[in-house]
């Protein structure tokens, strides 16, 4: 709007929550609804209108002043459709009576009440707004371009933690009137042009990984419904100016959704004004809301793919995620797949053919399962939804509708280098193979636990384990975070027995803790081994579908807990006999977080970067040497930090070896 508007409709709203710089904050309804007109041509001002909201008003109104019908039309309303409509009839019908022009928009006391109070609470109850309520003027903003060192905010006396009085709405509605008119007059002559403008849909688009991302625009809304969509994170946000493509859904390790969004808006008011609709509801759930980087969201949203770029280039499309594809399937085959049907409202074109089609492709080509399909329009994509789990080959396929935001994150966790390092193979190659992780065989010495509450920590789990907690091994429990680094609720223990494995499965399984059952299973150092090193239990392993319960964690925690100091292994007298190998016997050092061994053979093509904790009895680091020159035969030196003797002689029982206890240190000569 670059022309002077013909008249301004001031408008102050009030809920039945806090007021000031809290309105809006606590997700309180709209109870007072108050505007009067301005006559910006002819600087004068119009009737006082007021609509109270909810069949409680009527106590609002007996605390009202007197006032006489000619200055003030007062309505009384049942819910906020009548009062929207009533708002819309009555300033249209005052506007067409006086006759001097047609233009029209809102000004307000600051932005709080279009868009954190009138847009929330409309779309929440799926409400149209009148379109003069899609833009409007901050008088707040207006003022200061005359007075730029003036603090508006200390215009609001009022507490905002209360409810403002009927009286206290009509006050501030006249006392702003009388400020537009001073505006519009001498000397300062303003003009209202450019107001600010709530969008009416969200627009989707691409990031680029190259892009600056203030780190002040963007927020994390977590606890969103599986099956949200960036619409419905919009429709959260609405009133806020979400930027262009700013609306990324996460996914984790498996590539599902995991009810967190990154959103960006596009300035720094707009995301302070998000954070606090932190705890606000998406239908039963609530959100909740914190700050973020603009690192977060390049992570989440950016792409560096040409091929995305193009595919993602087209505007006004419906993406649509396929997932389950044979690993041979084509673009022919895709396409026959929508286009199959009895009529034609069952038949969805793919827009673009085989334009419209990307398949995700691990690094060397291989393909994932996983492609994304664009469509012309929504009720295509709905039309395409109903094909979900419909067969394709010999699988059926799971349909998802999804977001250019997602399309980047898929194609980025599949495209990316391994972010787990492989080890280099060792410099001696005539070393005997040692495992680092626990022998397998089979035993089931292991137990897994799951659905536990999110807040559980280490001693919840071992005031859980109760009379077990003396079986558990040294660092013997692994907390399983989720892609976040947040507990995912399953945890991995090492018991010293397989007899107590079970024992303690069968006892404690869905017993209760902190208002949750808790699954326990237990589980073999193989398969335990196998999460260690980044592998997929569900497979990987013929048990894994037998109802073992051992789908694969996310990752792994560092352990950050302590279990009481180790005892002496001999006496103090005897271990003065044996300076200084009887110090490290007296007092053995606990072994630390360390870092797991990877064959040089293993590509890991993780997707997120993990800590996994050494297995109890390995080293907590650990290094090859060349074998010293004065040994009869070939062999090698390993050198280990931190290793109890006991726990060595377990580590290379079987090996002919010579052993150099050097203070703390262990090296142990393989022959």
């Not at 989707?204 to 809304?221: F, L, M, W």
């Not at 067969?391 to 799971?398: A, C, F, M, V």
Request: aromatic share 8%.
């Amino acid at each position: 709007m670059t022309a002077q508007v013909d008249y301004l409709a001031v408008l102050f709203t009030t809920t039945s929550g806090a007021s000031g710089d809290l309105l809006g904050s606590d997700e309180k309804e709209l109870v007072q609804l108050v505007w009067q007109l301005v006559d910006v041509k002819n600087k004068k001002l119009g009737k006082l209108n007021e609509v109270l909201i909810g069949a409680e008003q009527s106590e609002l109104t007996e605390c009202a002043p007197d006032r006489q019908d000619g200055e003030e039309s007062v309505f009384t309303v049942t819910g906020l459709e009548q009062a929207l409509n009533q708002f819309h009839v009555g300033l249209t019908n005052e506007v067409n009576s006086l006759g001097a022009g047609t233009s029209l928009c809102v000004c307000t006391d600051g932005q709080l009440h279009i868009r954190q109070v009138l847009h929330p609470e409309a779309a929440s109850k799926n409400l149209a707004l009148p379109n003069c309520l899609n833009s409007f003027f901050d008088l707040r903003k207006e003022f200061r371009k005359h007075f730029p060192s003036a603090d508006t905010k200390s215009l609001t006396v009022m507490d905002p933690t209360a409810m403002l009085a009927p009286v206290t709405a009509t006050l501030q509605v006249q006392s702003m009137a009388n400020i537009v008119l001073a505006l519009l007059s001498e000397p300062f002559c303003h003009s209202f042009l450019n107001p600010e403008r709530v969008p009416e849909k969200f627009e989707s688009g691409t990031c680029s990984k190259t892009e600056q991302v203030c780190d002040n625009t963007v927020i994390r809304a977590r606890g969103l419904p599986w099956q949200s969509s960036d619409q419905d994170i919009a429709r959260f946000f609405r009133g806020l100016n979400i930027a262009k493509g700013g609306a990324a859904l996460c996914l984790n390790a498996q590539g599902r959704r995991n009810g967190e969004a990154l959103v960006r808006f596009i300035n720094e008011e707009h995301r302070d004004m998000a954070l606090q609709r932190h705890k606000h509801h998406m239908g039963n759930r609530y959100i909740e809301v914190y700050k973020a980087t603009g690192e977060d969201f390049l992570k989440i949203a950016g792409g560096t793919s040409s091929e995305v770029a193009l595919f993602l280039s087209r505007e006004d499309q419906v993406i649509v995620r396929m997932r389950g594809l044979p690993f041979t399937a084509t673009p022919d085959q895709v396409l026959a797949f929508f286009s199959q049907g009895e009529g034609p409202k069952e038949a969805c074109p793919v827009s673009g053919g085989k334009e419209g089609i990307l398949f995700v492709r691990f690094p060397d080509g291989r393909p994932t399962g996983d492609a994304f399909v664009l469509f012309a329009s929504e009720e295509h994509a709905q039309c395409a939804l109903r094909k979900h789990k419909n067969i394709l080959g010999k699988r059926y396929i799971e349909l998802f509708k999804s977001t250019a935001a997602e399309v980047q994150q898929v194609l980025n966790r599949y495209s990316s280098v391994p972010l787990i390092p492989v080890a280099p193979a060792p410099l001696v190659s005539m070393l005997p193979t040692v495992s680092l992780l626990p022998s397998p065989g089979g035993v089931r010495d292991c137990l897994r636990l799951r659905g536990l509450p999110y807040t559980a920590t280490i001693e919840d789990i071992l005031g859980f384990l109760g009379e077990y907690t003396h079986d558990i091994r040294p660092h013997g429990v692994h907390m399983v975070l989720n892609q976040q680094g947040r507990p995912s609720g399953d945890c991995f223990i090492q018991m010293r027995s397989a007899e107590r494995a079970f024992s303690a499965s069968q006892r404690l399984h869905k017993q209760v803790m902190s208002g949750r059952y808790v699954e326990v299973f237990s589980c073999s150092a193989e398969e335990m081994g196998l999460v260690l090193m980044g592998g997929s239990l569900s497979h990987t392993h013929p048990r894994a579908r037998s109802g073992t319960g051992l789908s694969p964690p996310p990752c792994l925690s560092p352990p950050s807990y302590s279990f009481p100091p180790a005892h002496s292994i001999m006496p103090a007298e005897a271990a003065g006999i044996f300076p200084p190998i009887g110090q490290v016997l007296l007092s053995p050092r606990p072994l630390g977080p360390g870092h797991t061994y990877y064959p040089a053979s293993a590509q890991l093509y993780m997707n997120y970067t993990a800590y996994y904790p050494s297995p109890p009895g390995s080293p907590s680091t650990l290094g090859y040497y060349p074998s010293p020159s004065h040994l009869p035969s070939p062999g090698g030196v390993v050198r280990m930090h931190g290793l109890a003797y006991k726990d060595l002689l377990n580590t290379i029982q079987g090996y002919q070896v010579i052993i150099h206890l050097v203070w703390m240190e262990v090296e142990v000569i393989w022959l």
